[in-house]
């Protein structure tokens, strides 16, 4: 099944705002987007971008049943915001397609784990290290009760991980706990994706 997406859908409705993981998007070029139910994740993860992130996956499941398609450029971020966009996935009717463009690592491959299908462009490149955990300050219970809580989401994207690539868990948690660095063709023979998307043009003769 192709994992681009067919622009006969066309909502009636304007996306939602999504805020900046890096360089804003020209509103017309996220609107024309949205229309062909794309939705970037780019930068950093963080509880503004997941909030973003979530309510354009939520609208587009609203307007029908065909593919979102979620295009992955991220070196991670926070783990608790990663897990929220998880959680709406986890919940949308219609499936959903990721394609890393660039890079995927950390809490981003949370999101990526998530995802029904699974693919990358062939130069894109993968890090398995552990997602951080967001910034806690307060007293002593409450930030070994943090921590306490990270280690859970942690443990539940180790889960995620050992299942789509069929490696087990004691594998996945040393490949984080090391920081392997994967190429597409890598990240596809670790099971990582599921797809290196090939070239549509001839090279050069």
Request: glycine letters at 10%; a negative charge; proline letters at 8%.
């Amino acid at each position: 099944m192709p994992l681009y997406p067919h622009p006969h859908h066309q909502p009636e409705w304007q996306p939602p705002h999504l805020p900046p993981g890096g360089p804003g998007l020209p509103g017309w070029l996220e609107e024309r987007l949205f229309d062909q139910r794309i939705v970037m994740l780019r930068g950093q993860l963080t509880a503004e971008t997941a909030t973003g992130i979530a309510a354009a996956l939520l609208t587009l499941d609203s307007a029908g049943p065909e593919a979102i398609h979620l295009h992955v450029s991220s070196p991670g971020g926070d783990l608790s915001a990663a897990l929220s966009v998880v959680d709406v996935m986890d919940a949308l009717s219609a499936p959903v397609h990721a394609l890393v463009t660039a890079e995927a690592g950390g809490a981003a491959l949370a999101v990526l784990a998530a995802a029904d299908q699974r693919a990358a462009y062939r130069h894109a490149r993968f890090r398995l290290n552990e997602p951080r955990a967001a910034g806690v300050t307060g007293t002593a219970d409450e930030v070994a009760a943090a921590a306490g809580q990270h280690l859970r989401e942690l443990e539940e994207v180790v889960v995620r991980l050992a299942e789509i690539t069929g490696k087990p868990r004691s594998r996945i948690e040393d490949d984080l706990s090391a920081g392997r660095r994967l190429t597409a063709a890598e990240a596809l023979e670790y099971g990582l994706i599921g797809e290196v998307v090939a070239p549509k043009k001839n090279g050069p003769r």
